[in-house]
C-alpha cells in the first residue's frame, strides 16, 4: 500500500526556519501531484503548497515567497521549506498525493488527495 510519513516538525521561534519531508513508498511522484496541507484545531484543512508531475508548483498567498516545496532526485522525497515563520504557521503539517492531472479548479479540496501521510506539528512561538 502505498505510504507517505512526514518529519521534520518541532517548535521554533518566530522568524526561524524549518524544512519538513515526506519520504513515500510503493510509488513515486513521476505519476503522482504531491501537496502540503496544514490544518488547526477547528479549523479546515488548508492546500499550503503543491507540485505537480511535471514539476508546476503552487503556494498559498499566505506562504508565497517564504515556503518552497521541492523533491529530490529519486521522486520518493518530497520537502517543504519554509522560512520566516510566524505564529499564523502553526498547524499540524500533512502530505498528500492525488493522481496527476487533476483539474485546477478542483487541487485545493482534500478529498482528491487520496492519500495522506500521519502529520507532523509545527510551532511557531512570537
Known amino acids: 500500500a502505498m505510504k507517505l510519513m512526514e518529519s521534520g516538525g518541532g517548535s521554533v521561534q518566530a522568524g526561524e526556519s524549518l524544512r519538513l519531508s515526506c519520504s513515500v513508498s510503493e510509488f513515486t511522484f513521476e505519476n503522482s501531484d504531491m501537496g502540503w496541507f496544514r490544518q488547526v484545531p477547528g479549523n479546515e484543512c488548508e492546500l499550503v503548497a503543491r507540485?505537480?508531475?511535471?514539476?508546476?508548483?503552487y503556494y498559498a498567498d499566505s506562504v508565497k515567497g517564504r515556503f518552497l516545496i521541492s523533491q529530490d532526485s529519486a521522486k520518493t522525497t518530497l520537502y517543504l521549506q519554509m522560512n520566516s515563520l510566524n505564529p499564523e504557521d502553526t498547524a499540524h503539517y500533512y502530505c498528500a498525493r492525488s493522481v496527476a492531472g487533476v483539474a485546477t479548479s478542483l487541487v485545493f479540496h482534500p478529498a482528491v488527495y487520496r492519500y495522506w501521510g500521519q502529520g507532523t506539528q509545527v510551532t511557531v512561538s512570537s
Open positions: 507540485i505537480s508531475s511535471d514539476g508546476t508548483t
